[in-house]
């Protein structure tokens, strides 16, 4: 398989001239050379395949010569929303969620929070998306949303929503088209649960022992992106 690289233009069969840090990631860490075959997306949902023309400094110059589509999306919105966990766990968590093929991600700022969520934060996080984008063969970007507040974020939503609570009777059954909401380490306010649940948000338990954070936002991906749950 070529090398892949993310490019924030408009691609299509022929020249293609691309510049900035995918470019120097091209030329300089992964020396790549004249005749080199490479793999280019750009979030549109097509892979476009080529060969390395010519190599500057700070400019790399491609043919595309072929257009794919390959089926690697779930088919279905999943989106997960989640306070952020603390240290490298929060790049650990967006790298699986993008494997995983969830197609929203939303930073939840929440009482107990312990993670500071803002648009430093966000644009980090879509940084990791790309990467793992570029390594996992997903040609659709998973969407990272700006930070939001949960009091104020929640009772906007609409459609199935679902919280994870340790605490809940009621087992998750996978089922595409789903937020599922994670919150932080000491787990949502009473005052934030009562408002989420008088905005129809339902409960639901992930198993009967306490997950961090970012285990607990995988397994619901895992369970609600299951192909048997479309």
């Not at 989640?82 to 967006?94: N, Q, T, V, Y």
């Amino acid at each position: 398989m070529s090398d892949r690289f993310f490019v924030e233009v408009a691609l299509g069969p022929g020249t293609i001239v691309l510049e900035g840090p995918e470019a120097r990631h091209l030329a300089t860490v992964r020396r790549l050379e004249t005749g080199d075959a490479v793999t280019l997306f750009n979030g549109d949902g097509h892979e476009y395949v080529g060969r390395v023309l010519e190599v500057a400094k700070k400019r790399v110059t491609v043919n595309v010569t072929s257009v794919a589509t390959p089926s690697r999306e779930l088919g279905f919105n999943l989106h997960i929303a989640s306070a952020l966990p603390k240290a490298d766990r929060g790049d650990f968590l967006i790298e699986k969620l993008t494997e995983l093929g969830v197609t929203d991600f939303t930073p939840l700022v929440t009482v107990r929070g312990v993670v500071k969520a803002d648009a430093a934060k966000a644009d980090k996080l879509r940084r990791a998306v790309i990467e793992a984008s570029k390594q996992c063969g997903r040609n659709v970007l998973m969407r990272v949303h700006p930070p939001a507040k949960w009091l104020d974020w929640c009772p906007r939503q609409t459609g199935p929503r679902l919280i994870a609570d340790p605490h809940a009777n009621r087992p998750a059954v996978g089922g595409g088209g789903v937020i599922v909401a994670v919150g932080p380490e000491g787990g949502f306010s009473v005052q934030e649960m009562k408002v989420a649940l008088a905005a129809g948000w339902e409960t639901i338990t992930l198993g009967p022992r306490t997950l961090r954070v970012e285990t607990a936002a995988l397994a619901a991906a895992v369970l609600f992106g299951l192909p048997w749950g479309t």
